[in-house]
């Protein structure tokens, strides 16, 4: 097992800025493009460099991209933040497709974050609007009098009516039932 | 509580006549005082009916002249975003996992919404809110990898070990506002079709 990830960094999402509130702004400024003329490890960056470059400038015209040739080195891809991070990626013997998907990961990202384990997926300044939860929320007060232990508060909330329930309750209906007779006899009589 | 109780088991029995009641009136969390009455053991379902159709015009003209005078606060919602719901309000930030086309800077409206509310109301979809009632805004900041995950497997006495590395991408949203774009109301059918910009 790898132990590499205990002295991870852990951290909650934050962005630089209040960067989207308004605008947004591109947060890389700088990216520098650094690779050899002959050496076949170079061979992808200087194929980005003919075919695609002039491309991301124009572009991007808030990056400001620095080409620097140095002789048998190995390319390397280095981006600058507006919050002052530096990422740097070595791109020996990659693809010209495959510092494209580098460098457009340097311009969407928002300093070197690489580094750091994500504690939350969300991020609030105002976590509750309704005010939090409480056991007491949208119950009657009269819990608030209640003299425990309550047998009527201990029952459950579902139990099935009992036989004697049901034959008062069938008494009442018919009482009710007959009481309607009653008064409607009485009318008929009074239209009569 | 035992008031509570028999108001729930009358619910129970009656939702039959809730059935017929207009749509709007489902979609308010606000549970009239009506319901929460004894009620006598002969019903007139049409008088209730009413009754109810009143209470809810009126619960709904008060969220309107709240929202017209601009005086219902912060909203917040819960949006259905890339399988996973997430509960927002103006000025939050959220993270989508995986992968995800929108780029950075790009500004985008969450449709799926299921709940949203204020200080005094909440409206809640069945399962999402109709759609033009809440307009979420936001906008993509960030769109990055993940911190390094080792995938280490090993068996026992086998000869078996694999590690892998992994980096996943996550896209950073910006919830820029949350806003009521009509007013409420309370006689809207419920609507039959689902909507089509689900996806």
Known sequence: ?192 | MSLLTQSMRQLLRHTTQRATLSGAMRALSLSPTLQQQNKPATIDVSAIAKEHQKECQTVCERINQQVAKSEQGRLFAVVHLCGKQFKITPGDIILVEGYWPPTIGDEISLDKVLLAGARDFTLIGRPILEAGLVTVKATIIEKTLTHTKTHFKKKRRKQYMRINFQRSPNTMIRINSIELTRPLDSNAEPEVEPSKRLF
């Not at chain 1, 075919?51 to 991007?60: G, R, T």
């Open chain 1, 1 to 192: 097992m790898s132990n590499s990830h205990l002295f991870l960094k852990s951290g909650f999402p934050r962005a630089p800025l209040q960067n989207g509130l308004g605008r947004y702004v591109c947060q890389l400024q700088r990216i520098t493009l650094k690779f050899c003329k002959n050496n076949g490890s170079s061979r992808g960056m200087r194929d980005f460099i003919e075919n695609h470059l002039v491309d991301f400038a124009k572009e991007n015209p808030g990056i400001v991209v620095y080409v620097k040739p140095r002789r048998h080195r190995t390319p390397v891809l280095v981006g600058e933040y507006l919050n002052g991070d530096r990422e740097w990626l070595s791109c020996r013997n990659s693809t010209q497709d495959e510092i494209s998907k580098w460098i457009d990961l340097l311009k969407t990202q928002n300093g070197s974050s690489s580094s750091m384990r994500l504690r939350k997926m969300w991020h609030t300044d105002v976590p509750s609007i309704q005010g939090p939860w409480t056991p007491f929320l949208l119950r009657s007060p009269d819990a608030n009098n209640q003299t425990l232990p309550n047998k009527e508060a201990s029952q459950p909330f579902d139990i099935p009516q009992t036989a004697t329930e049901k034959l008062i309750e069938l008494f009442k209906q018919q009482k009710l039932e007959e009481g309607k007779a009653g008064d409607e006899i009485l009318e008929q009589k009074r239209a009569e």
